[in-house]
């Protein structure tokens, strides 16, 4: 486990973080495709926080695409970095982030993240924000749609419907389960949002959320634990 500091001239007001993000969001790539679904690597980063402790856990799970076994995993631990604000959280764990997937032993491949890319109000979430930063293909795939309107899709697995910011199509609603809600879908760097969307089905064979989530989400949950409560 590697343990971060936050780094020097890290954002500490929101104007702050809201010039970063203008100024990044410039360097955002919207015109490739990116790699396909279900091949090379596809690796999954999550955060887990204790406030009162001031800890934030990070984990990065790369996955052979195909197979969706784990390749190689990494953590990383350190401080909270920024309070919390809607539509900032990504300057909360980006250092953590950061730290584990440079901890991994091999190429992260596409990297998803829990959470937005273009689907924010600033068009520039963690996924667009990681993207840029460390130059991965990112999407974003998140549990609920922000403050964005959708129509719900048909009830089939694969289904979808534009997620809307006004006359703005930022992301998708995509049925990754029949019956069941569905997740949504922004592209963050390097990736078309059919792509995006393609990958997302692919990685949810069995479950709603896709597996890179599911397995970052127990890895940084364990790794908070170790760091909050060390054994005697």
Known sequence: MTTVRIPAGWPATEEEARAVQD?????????????????GHVTGVDVAYDDARDVVAAAAVVLD??????????????R?????VPGLLAFREMPTVLAALDALPCPPG???????????PRRFGL???LGVLTGL??????????????????????????LMADDEEVGRALRTRDGVKPVFVSVGHRVSLDNACAHTLALTPEY???????????????AL????????
């Open 65 to 78: 695409a195909a197979s969706l076994g784990v390749v190689a995993e990494a953590t990383a631990v350190g």
């Open 127 to 129: 996924a667009a924000h």
């Open 137 to 162: 293909p990112t999407i974003g795939v998140a549990k609920n749609p922000f403050t964005f309107t959708y129509d719900d899709p048909g009830a089939a697995r694969g289904s979808s419907a534009p």
């Open 208 to 222: 709603r959320l896709p597996e890179t989530t599911r397995r970052a989400d127990s890895l940084c949950r364990q």
């Open 225 to 232: 634990t170790e760091a909050t409560h060390p054994a005697a």
């Open 23 to 39: 100024e990044l969001r410039e360097r955002v790539v919207l015109d490739e495709p990116g790699p396909p679904a279900g091949a």
């Open 110 to 120: 596409l990297v998803v993240c829990d959470g937005y890319g273009r689907a924010h």
């Open 80 to 84: 909270i970095s920024f309070p919390y």
